[in-house]
């Protein structure tokens, strides 16, 4: 019954709207051909492929709304200035713009869509094969430039002093011979750590003076050229780097294969992409789906 009085919506739009402007009916959701517009390709199979793929909105846009789906107003903006910046505007101006609300619309769209992609991808089971790392490898082999060199070091950074301004040396001077003696003491055997952990006033204090992995081309250039003779745990002189003194040690070095990973990453993306088109393709069987392509 309800089909049926779609059906006689349209009849009564088409008496009033452009001829063949219904093309196709998605549940209770109606699609015209405005959708195919915008196709450079004009030819039937384009514009179905237009139609289809406004189907498949209109399906995931229901899953939107039932599971609650809802873009936060940071990220709506985040992406509203990103726009106003890619077309030269500033953001009141993209605002004053006549489409402006309409944009807002699109976003909102795309960010609820991505978010529900996300959220259906991430039920999917990954595992992949050795065969299928070792196949991807061999049609994608490694270069040199996959290698990355990464490095963990600590640090003491000490860029204030709450000792008395001296008459004879500056701020850096004090720190620096402050640096001077604790790399004197962890040379007799004290802990660079509980050192770092007492005087650092870096945020890694916290964790003895010590990072994560980095990848060592990019650090600093004063940091290279401090650390670039050193050898393992052996610590540094003080050095000047932003606004304050360092003492740094390498922890450890070691090379990562890139490569490897990012091919792994290729293969579970493509994985769950499959997943995601097989989890719309469920949405189309259980939906009432209409296409007049009599009329593209």
Do not use: C
């Not at 992995?213 to 003779?229: E, M, S, Y």
């Not at 304050?244 to 493509?270: F, P």
């Amino acid at each position: 019954m309800k089909k049926l009085l779609i059906l006689v919506l349209i009849t009564s739009l088409n008496a009033v709207a452009a001829p063949n402007s219904i093309v196709a009916i998605v549940n209770d959701n109606l699609v015209t051909y405005d959708v195919v517009d915008t196709v450079k390709n004009k030819s039937k199979a384009a514009k179905i492929a237009a139609v289809n793929h406004q189907i498949d909105i209109i399906l995931q846009m229901d899953k939107v709304s039932q599971l609650g789906i809802n873009p936060k107003e940071s990220a709506i903006n985040n992406m509203l200035k990103r726009i106003a910046k890619q077309n030269s505007l500033s953001f009141a101006q993209l605002q004053a713009a006549p489409v402006f609300g309409q944009v807002v619309k699109d976003v909102r769209q795309k960010l609820s869509l991505n978010g529900l992609k996300e959220l259906i991808s991430n039920k999917a089971s990954i595992s992949l094969s050795k065969a299928e790392i070792d196949k991807a490898l061999m049609n994608n082999p490694a270069t040199a430039n996959d290698i990355v060199q990464q490095i963990r070091i600590a640090q003491i950074a000490i860029s204030s002093t709450d000792k008395a301004a001296s008459l004879l040396k500056s701020e850096d001077e004090i720190i620096k011979e402050l640096l001077i003696d604790l790399a004197s003491k962890i040379q007799q055997g004290e802990s660079f750590s509980a050192l770092a952990k007492l005087h650092s006033q870096d945020e890694s204090y916290k964790n003895g003076g010590e990072s994560d992995w980095l990848i060592q081309n990019r650090l600093p250039l004063v940091f290279l050229q401090a650390l670039d003779k050193l050898k393992l745990q052996e610590v540094s002189a003080p050095f000047k780097a932003g606004n304050g003194w360092r003492l740094v040690k390498i922890i450890e070095k070691r090379s990562v294969d890139t490569h490897l990973s990012n091919i792994k990453s290729a293969l579970i993306r493509q994985k769950k992409n499959a997943y995601f088109s097989n989890w719309v393709e469920r949405l189309r069987k259980d939906a009432y789906i209409e296409i007049f392509d009599h009329k593209l």
